[in-house]
């Protein structure tokens, strides 16, 4: 059974700074990687999600990596704002079962004026 | 355009009662899922559907839980004799048609269904 795993479980950083938060799963046949942003009072926001034939992808400030052999992703955030303040969940999807998300418990992310 | 809808955003009823739970995926997503948030996890998988056939249900507890998509398009995904341990957040998603060689897509979720079980 696939376990997805993130750490940290939150975290402050003052604005401005570089981060990197952490994904780890343990079936590393996976078909896709996917991030995404949770906010209070709305759904989840799909920010990247990275076939398991690629090694990165990047979409503005962040850019996310995908080393599948070792069962491990990382979501880089450039330059944090406030408004990047929310939790961010990593869902792998299984090679046998493409179309099932399992999500990681999410990192709490505070970035601070 | 209009995302994900889900209805009733929040729902109290009290143990013993039936609930059901309405998602309106995005127009043209043929690819419709299930899943359910406790406090402070992540989504976990219950059910999804392409078009009106449900394809996977390996993810619902219990009987108690139904889902139904007749038309390919609204699903309504029902917990029968609502028990204190339902109490969660029913999210749901849906995706577009594949395209090429493609076997799965990027999941587009509503805001979710609030449901406490008194």
């Known amino acids: 059974k696939q376990e997805v795993t993130q750490i940290p479980a939150a975290l402050s950083v003052p604005e401005g700074e570089n981060l990197v938060l952490n994904c780890s799963f343990t079936d590393s046949a996976i078909y896709n990687l996917q991030w995404f942003r949770q906010d209070p009072g709305k759904g989840l926001t799909s920010l990247l999600l990275?076939?398991?034939?690629?090694r990165e992808q990047t979409s503005g400030r962040l850019n996310a990596s995908l080393d599948k052999s070792s069962g491990r992703s990382t979501l880089y955030i450039a330059a944090s704002q406030p408004g990047d303040s929310a939790t961010y969940l990593c869902?792998?999807?299984?090679?046998?079962?493409?179309?099932?998300?399992?999500f990681g418990t999410g990192t709490r992310l505070q970035v601070t004026l | 355009g209009a995302g994900v809808s889900q209805s009733p955003r929040y729902k109290v009823t009290k143990r013993g009662q039936d609930v059901a739970l309405r998602c309106d995926p995005i127009?043209?997503?043929?690819?419709l899922y299930w899943y359910r948030q406790a406090l402070g996890q992540g989504p976990e998988f219950l059910t999804y559907?392409?078009?009106?056939?449900?394809?996977?249900k390996s993810g619902l507890p219990n009987d108690r839980f139904s889902a139904e998509r007749p038309e390919g398009s609204i699903s309504t995904l029902t917990i029968q004799r609502t028990e204190q341990r339902d109490s969660a957040m029913y999210r749901c998603?849906?995706?577009?048609?594949?395209?090429?060689?493609?076997?799965?897509?990027?999941?587009?979720f509503g805001p979710g269904t609030r449901l406490t079980v008194l």
């Open positions: 869902a792998v999807s299984d090679t046998g079962t493409a179309s099932k998300l399992t």
């Open positions: 990275i076939q398991s034939s690629q």
């Open positions: 559907f392409n078009y009106e056939a449900q394809q996977d």
């Open positions: 998603a849906s995706s577009p048609p594949l395209v090429g060689a493609k076997v799965a897509d990027t999941q587009y």
């Open positions: 127009s043209g997503h043929v690819s």
